[in-house]
Every structure is written in structure tokens, then in C-alpha cells.
């Protein structure tokens, strides 16, 4: 039977009035997940030169984020506003997601292949996604000024020990911690759950941003246990690499990075159009 329908001009126009069909999504278990990763790690040792360029801007980022937290005198600020940081990971990640794609299909890497597809993403809907986790970072920031007001009051703090002591010693600083950490979860997971797929999809797929986070959370709403799974793996290990002055993302970056490509492939099926 005809995809296809009779217009009054003649035309045969579509019968879904030309859009495209959505991505299919696939179940995977943990030891996808396991497969994904091994694949990233594969890809890092690829193409090592520019996963380790990747990470160390990201990681040069976050270090600015803190100094210049403790220069404008709100080192309070630094753990949350670095926390805050990473939540920009998956578009950090674009240039990473071409690295795989083009080991992947054999295309050939080099620096001006690159930048020129990241470069050619402003006009594309994936710039619309850079707002959206802009905007949940904003959201992260405003509650962390939020609940510092509920529980600590409108104050400031002449250090970050003078800060540490006072919310790791006082019944108001644990409430603010507890509270804090559960409210950044739950965005957290909102954000992981929007733009796991939805940046790679982008990258490889000319969609709309609307289509590309429905997708995504079809994804980790049809596979729970291995997606949240992994996003538990990606948040202890960005966790373990900002402590030492961001070094660790240097090399966590690119790896996790790679591995959400990977992830990406076995999640998501993209339909022949007829």
C-alpha cells in the first residue's frame, strides 16, 4: 500500500505531510552498557590527541569556574558552582561523538574535520539544546542561592573552610546538604535523561530538539535499570575527577564521552525514510 495520498493538485504529497518518522528505540541490558564502555576506551586509544584536547579545555573550564568564584570572594560558592560545571559535560562531549562517528565509519579525523562539523552545529538544532542544559544549569545555581538562603540566611563567608565548617557542623548546614544533594539529583537525572541521546542524535541526524530529548527519555524510560545505571557510573567518576584540581577529566572526559556514542548506536534505530 502507497505511503503516499492524492492532493487536489496532483502532487502525491506524503500522507504523513513529510516528516521524517521517529527514532526507534531499543532495549539494552547492563552488559550493553559494558560493550559501550569498552568501545569508548577503544576509541580514546584511537584517537587519543584529541579526546585528551577535549578534556583538558573542559577541565581548564572548571578550574576558571572555581578561581574565579574565590576571586569575586564567594569560594562558598565553588563546590555547587563546579558541580554546576559539569552538568555541561554533553555538549562539552559534541566534538567527542564526531571523533567515534568518523572512527566508526572510517571518515577520516583530523583537527579541520572536526571543528568544521562542530562549527557547522550553530545553524542546526543542537544549538537549541546547548539552551536547554544552559538553562538547567541556571536552575542548578538558583537553588543552591536558594536553599543557602533558607538555611544559612542571607550571608556570606569570608573562606571556604569558614563555609565547610559551618555547614558540616551546625544542624542547618547537614539540612542544606541533605537537601541540597537531593534537589541535585533530581535535576541531574532530568538533565542525563534529556540529552543522553538527544546530542548524538543531533550529531548525526537532522532532527528537531523536541524529537531528539522525547527520544532520549523514551531511551532511558525503556531501559532504567542499565541507563540510570550508567548515569550513577558517569556522575561518581566526574566526582572522583574534579578533586584533584579537574586533572581527572583529562582523561574521564573523553572516555565517557566515547562511550555515550557507543551507548547512542545501540539505543537508537533511525527508520529508512520510504
Keep these: 500500500m502507497s505511503d503516499n495520498?492524492?492532493?487536489?493538485?496532483?502532487?502525491?504529497?506524503?500522507?504523513?505531510?513529510?516528516?521524517?518518522?521517529m527514532p526507534k528505540v531499543r532495549p539494552i541490558t547492563v552488559n550493553d552498557v559494558?560493550?559501550?564502555?569498552?568501545?569508548?576506551?577503544?576509541?580514546?586509544?584511537?584517537a587519543p590527541v584529541f579526546g585528551l584536547a577535549v578534556g583538558a579545555v573542559f577541565a581548564a573550564g572548571?578550574?576558571?569556574?572555581?578561581?574565579?568564584?574565590?576571586?569575586?570572594?564567594?569560594?562558598?560558592?565553588?563546590?555547587?558552582?563546579?558541580?554546576?560545571?559539569?552538568l555541561i559535560g554533553p555538549f562539552a562531549?559534541?566534538?567527542?561523538?564526531?571523533?567515534?562517528?568518523?572512527?566508526?565509519?572510517?571518515?577520516?579525523?583530523?583537527?579541520?574535520?572536526?571543528?568544521?562539523?562542530?562549527?557547522?552545529?550553530?545553524?542546526?538544532?543542537?544549538?537549541?539544546?546547548?539552551?536547554?542544559?544552559?538553562f538547567i544549569q541556571i536552575m542548578w545555581?538558583?537553588?543552591?542561592?536558594?536553599?543557602?538562603?533558607?538555611?544559612?540566611g542571607f550571608r556570606s563567608f569570608a573562606s571556604f573552610e569558614e563555609f565547610l565548617t559551618e555547614v558540616i557542623s551546625t544542624p542547618e548546614g547537614l539540612m542544606f546538604l541533605a537537601v541540597g544533594h537531593v534537589v541535585g539529583a533530581i535535576l541531574s537525572l532530568i538533565l542525563f535523561s534529556l540529552t543522553v541521546i538527544s546530542f548524538p542524535l543531533l550529531l548525526e541526524e537532522d532532527r528537531d530538539f523536541i524529537t531528539a530529548m522525547i527520544?532520549?527519555?523514551?531511551?532511558?524510560?525503556?531501559?532504567?535499570?542499565?541507563?540510570?545505571?550508567?548515569?550513577?557510573?558517569?556522575?561518581?567518576?566526574?566526582?572522583?575527577?574534579?578533586?584533584?584540581?579537574?586533572l581527572g577529566l583529562i582523561i574521564t572526559l573523553p572516555i565517557l564521552g566515547h562511550t555515550t556514542w557507543h551507548l547512542y548506536k545501540k539505543c537508537v534505530e533511525i527508520p529508512k525514510e520510504s
Design 215 to 246: 527520544t532520549s527519555v523514551r531511551a532511558v524510560a525503556t531501559s532504567p535499570v542499565p541507563m540510570i545505571g550508567w548515569a550513577f557510573v558517569v556522575t561518581a567518576v566526574l566526582i572522583v575527577s574534579m578533586a584533584p584540581a579537574f
Design 34 to 46: 559494558i560493550d559501550a564502555l569498552a568501545a569508548g576506551l577503544a576509541d580514546f586509544r584511537k
Design 5 to 21: 495520498i492524492s492532493t487536489p493538485d496532483g502532487t502525491g504529497a506524503p500522507a504523513n505531510g513529510g516528516l521524517k518518522p
Design 62 to 86: 572548571g578550574l576558571f569556574v572555581v578561581l574565579s568564584a574565590a576571586a569575586l570572594n564567594m569560594s562558598y560558592l565553588s563546590y555547587p558552582a563546579a558541580a554546576g560545571f559539569v
Design 141 to 152: 545555581m538558583y537553588q543552591v542561592r536558594l536553599l543557602l538562603a533558607l538555611f544559612l
Design 93 to 134: 562531549a559534541v566534538g567527542l561523538y564526531e571523533v567515534s562517528r568518523r572512527v566508526q565509519t572510517g571518515e577520516d579525523l583530523s583537527w579541520s574535520a572536526i571543528f568544521g562539523t562542530m562549527w557547522a552545529q550553530k545553524g542546526r538544532e543542537l544549538s537549541w539544546m546547548a539552551f536547554v542544559v544552559l
